[in-house]
């Protein structure tokens, strides 16, 4: 069980005050769960027909799911159409062995869907395929080895796969490690006799190219050609179709293209990120608990999806920082390779990246895959204007302390943390009439971060979503792998998990109402779609049904979200039957029109809470288990309660602030409020659903 989470001062989902908002909306279940991955990883929308088109890696299929659902199929979409990939290339090549559907894109213009697949065979040949909306083929375009993702210019004439080439079978003499490429595809209106055009990067193999590439901070495995070492992850092109940017996870760097003449400008590093330095802090240590600090360590940004957009006519690259090791080749054979070095420190174990058989390192440094984060790029110049810093682990630290940095396939509090921590997997780009937006999945600890990036250098931090339900390693929406933006009046967010097999379909809702004003109505057992299976369902619809709370959406109550002050002030307010204060009391933080105003000015009025200090009340913080404790211990002293004293039996009852004490005990006697693990975790952050289960109990 974690402690205070040990941090700079950080951004906080409660209290960022932001327009938007993530809410579940709907959800479609494959069945199929992996441990591994590999399920329901890649997703497209399909504006032409209102549906989302996903690759399921475990069933071999594309499946086409529709968003015209309505409250009571909305959580068990089911797909309306299925295409078997293998089936249909048998139909044009008798001889290809399929091996893996890697990807998936929407044309802009047209009902047309293109996917990318692999041969069973490393170093074989892949296909681009292209359907109609409904699954009819139209073409399969061969490309050269391991396509890994496929995209379409914004303008429809063009389609890209990025050829990975990866060497699969190890090093060593036989052994081929194939070219990575890119294939670019000239369309025809009816997506007849496509041929594909190969960029690869023979041009960078000299001596004199290839130090340059080094000297740019491309990262390249020492005495082999750029041609046959750069991996192309994925691509993306410029909203003026002009160019496209290639993300090379392994070398850590981004490749520009020219599209009218399909020749690579440039190929430039992205340095390495300074965990020494302010803002850049890290949990690098699997010492059970969420502590950020500087390290003397350089993180690797390696980004997997990449994004791009414009403002004022200038283009810039969003790059989602999740860094990838190189393991190739059969365990214990001398074909094998890998190159991480595992170091204890400290009674720690901490994942390295292994430099010896690279270039573009400094000696005397230690580097670690990944950068915990996104970055804003000027495509120009490929210098990064803004990068998140140690944003996601914070805020997930402060939400979740108990399981932060946990693995997606293994809840455990610090399982990553040596290992790149939350690992970005995915960005994605959105407009809301004139702000843009960016989507960052966090394919370890789950969910979805959401940024504000309408000014490049200034992004800023919008709200986080996590449906995953931490009861079990395995449960709710785990591991987001794929997103696609829905355009509109009803702007979406679709998330594919390729663990848990599931996608949901987030919206994006505007505050327009404080999240804790009364409902009308009571809510019904299946309104909130994000309770279902959690362990404190009984609880919310006890206090949602005697109109103590209500959801952040009429959809969604957010669970594990955090309870802020002015909202457990409202709530024991509520409790009391809305008894109004003698005054409004004059904190410079609540307005007197504030829909909390009356609730806090009555709290303090009567010691049921205080202050933050003596201008303040800090309103939208999260409460403390400790807090919460004393105005539950305060409110029940009000409506005539006596207690016997308590006596401590908390391991953690050093850390009980002394003026607290006596609430604890008393309500762990009278079994109101417990902790866990024979902690009480005083300074964490208390959850919605634990302030449900405590108050449910005062309502019985």
Do not use: C
């Not at 020492?222 to 993306?236: A, G």
């Not at 283009?315 to 054979?333: C, F, K, M, P, S």
């Not at 908390?650 to 850390?655: L, M, S, V």
Request: no cysteine.
């Amino acid at each position: 069980m974690a402690g205070a989470v040990t941090v700079a001062p950080s951004i906080s989902a409660d209290a960022a005050g932001n327009e938007y908002k993530l809410s579940l909306d709907a959800r479609y279940d494959s069945g199929v769960q992996n441990a591994d991955g590999g399920t329901t990883e890649i997703v497209a929308y399909n504006k032409h027909n209102h549906s989302t088109y996903v690759v399921n890696g475990e069933t071999k299929k594309v499946e086409a799911v529709s968003l015209n659902y309505n409250a009571e199929n909305a959580l068990s979409l089911k797909p309306f159409l299925s295409i078997d990939i293998a089936d249909l290339l048998k139909t044009v090549d008798a001889n290809f062995q399929y091996g893996d559907l890697t990807s998936i894109a929407v044309h802009p213009t047209q009902n047309v869907i293109a996917a990318s697949v692999q041969a069973e065979g490393y170093n074989d040949y892949g296909y681009a395929v292209f359907l109609t909306g409904e699954g009819k083929l139209l073409s399969a375009v061969k490309v050269e080895a391991q396509p890994d993702n496929i995209a379409f210019s914004p303008d429809g004439t063009k389609a890209l796969t990025s050829n990975e080439g990866e060497p699969r079978e190890g090093y060593g003499a036989n052994i081929v490690d194939p070219q990575g490429s890119i294939s670019v595809i000239a369309l025809q209106k009816s997506f007849e006799n496509l041929q594909a055009e190969t960029i690869n990067f023979e041009a960078f193999d000299s001596a004199e190219k290839r130090a340059q590439l080094v000297a740019d901070g491309v990262i390249l495995k020492k005495d082999t050609k750029p041609s046959v070492d750069l991996e192309p992850e994925y691509t993306v092109v410029s909203e003026d179709s002009k160019f496209a940017y290639v993300a090379m996870q392994e070398n850590n760097a981004i490749a520009k293209i020219d599209l009218t003449s399909n020749e690579v400008v440039s190929i430039k590093g992205l340095g390495f990120k300074d965990h020494s330095v302010k803002g850049n802090e890290i949990d690098l240590r699997k010492d059970d608990q969420a502590k950020l600090q500087n390290e003397d360590v350089f993180g690797i940004y390696m980004p997997d999806g990449i994004a791009t957009y414009s403002v004022n006519g200038k283009n810039y690259i969003v790059t989602a920082n999740e860094g990838d090791g190189r393991e190739w080749g059969e365990e214990d054979t001398e074909n094998f390779h890998l190159n991480e070095a595992e170091k204890e420190i400290d009674g720690n174990e901490i994942v390295f990246y292994d430099t010896t058989d690279y270039d573009g390192f400094q000696e005397g440094k230690d580097y670690i895959f990944g950068g915990r984060s996104f970055s804003i790029i000027d495509a120009d110049t490929m210098e990064i204007v803004f990068d998140s810093g140690s944003d996601f682990e914070r805020i997930t630290a402060e939400l979740y302390p108990e399981t932060f940095n946990s693995s997606n396939d293994k809840v455990k509090l610090d399982n990553r943390s040596g290992k790149k921590g939350p690992e970005p997997e995915d960005v994605k780009i959105g407009k809301i009439g004139d702000e843009v937006f960016a989507f960052i999945g966090l394919e370890r600890i789950g969910g979805v971060m959401m940024y504000n990036i309408t000014n490049p250098t200034k992004a800023k931090f919008v709200d986080y979503l996590n449906m995953r339900d931490f009861s079990e390693d395995i449960a709710g929406d785990v591991s987001p792998e794929g997103l696609s933006f829905v355009t509109g009046d009803n702007p979406q967010l679709i998330v594919g998990h390729e663990v848990s097999g599931t996608v949901s379909v987030l919206n994006l809702l505007a505050k327009d109402q404080p999240v804790e004003e009364k409902p009308e109505g009571k809510p019904t057992s299946t309104q909130f779609k994000d309770i279902q299976k959690h362990w404190a369902k009984d609880a919310i619809m006890q206090v949602t049904a005697a109109e103590l709370f209500n959801g952040v959406t009429d959809t969604t109550f957010a669970p594990n979200k955090s309870f802020t002050r002015a909202q457990a002030a409202v709530v024991l307010n509520r409790m009391m039957g809305g008894a109004e204060a003698s005054k409004l009391a004059a904190f410079k933080d609540v307005k007197k029109n504030a829909y909390y105003a009356n609730a806090i000015s009555w709290a303090t009025e009567k010691g049921i809470m205080t202050a933050n200090n003596a201008s303040t009340f800090a309103p939208n913080k999260s409460i403390t288990r400790e807090d919460f404790a004393v105005a539950i211990y305060n409110y029940l002293l009000q409506t005539g309660e006596t207690f016997e004293k308590g006596t401590a039996t908390y391991k953690d009852d050093a850390k009980i602030s002394k003026q607290a004490k006596q609430a604890i005990y008393a309500l762990q006697a009278e079994g109101l409020m417990v902790g866990s693990n024979d902690k009480f975790n005083p300074q964490k952050a208390l959850s919605r659903a634990e302030a449900a289960t405590v108050l449910a109990q005062l309502i019985k």
